[in-house]
């Protein structure tokens, strides 16, 4: 099983990026699927989450408004889409599967639920 995320860079402030996840080995269509970040000297953070056969969603709070997850079954990737980037969202972007989707964002952002990781893409956003 593979998680390969790409799509990272450097950004304005206010700027648009769009991150994907393409797997392999594991289909994203039976997969509860997130995106983590974690900023240097900072722990692993909770982005966003879509649940399985559905488009239903999770998102932190700190990206609401902004940032949306949408999966593309037919390619096996998940995207996450980032507009009105702001500094604070300078971090490594990872994405994420596991098998059970959590009643609550608090257990989806356990890191440990997580069964499959991929490789993570720096995103940068200049002030």
């Known amino acids: 099983v593979q998680l390969q995320a790409s799509g990272g860079g450097l950004v304005q402030t206010g700027g648009s990026l769009r991150l994907s996840c393409a797997a392999s080995?594991?289909?994203?269509?039976?997969?509860?699927m997130a995106w983590f970040r974690q900023a240097p000297g900072k722990e692993r953070e909770f982005v966003g989450a879509?649940?399985?056969?559905?488009?239903?969603?999770y998102y932190a709070d700190s990206v609401k408004g902004r940032f949306t997850i949408s999966r593309d079954d037919a390619k096996n990737t998940v995207h996450l889409q980032m507009n009105s980037l702001k500094p604070d969202d300078t971090a490594v972007y990872y994405c994420a599967a596991r098998s059970s989707w959590g009643v609550t964002i608090a257990i989806m952002a356990l890191l440990n639920n997580y069964a499959y990781w991929g490789q993570g893409t720096q995103v940068t956003v200049s002030s």
């Open positions: 080995g594991v289909s994203t269509r039976n997969f509860n």
């Open positions: 879509i649940r399985q056969f559905s488009i239903t969603t």
